[in-house]
């Protein structure tokens, strides 16, 4: 039962990271700053899209370890 509370939260998070457009005004303004620190070098298409994953990635993991009180290896 605890499981399914939990899995349930978690899809809950999923949905307003998403629908709240708080992980892609993140993405968005982290990207902003990458591409900032170096204006003269124009990174790849696969290069953005590999840092936006990463930045979504980061947000979500962030979110995880407040929620659960771990460490980032927990």
Avoid at 12 to 24: N, W, Y
Avoid at 53 to 72: H, K, P, Y
């Amino acid at each position: 039962m605890d499981y399914q509370r939990f899995e349930a939260e978690l899809r809950r998070i999923d949905e307003l990271l998403r629908l709240s457009g708080v992980e892609a005004l993140f993405v968005e303004r982290s990207l902003a700053g990458w591409l900032a620190r170096d204006p003269e070098r124009v990174p790849t298409t696969h290069e953005q899209t590999k840092y936006q994953r990463t930045s979504a990635q980061a947000l979500r993991c962030n979110v995880l370890q407040r929620l659960l009180g771990e460490d980032f290896r927990g």
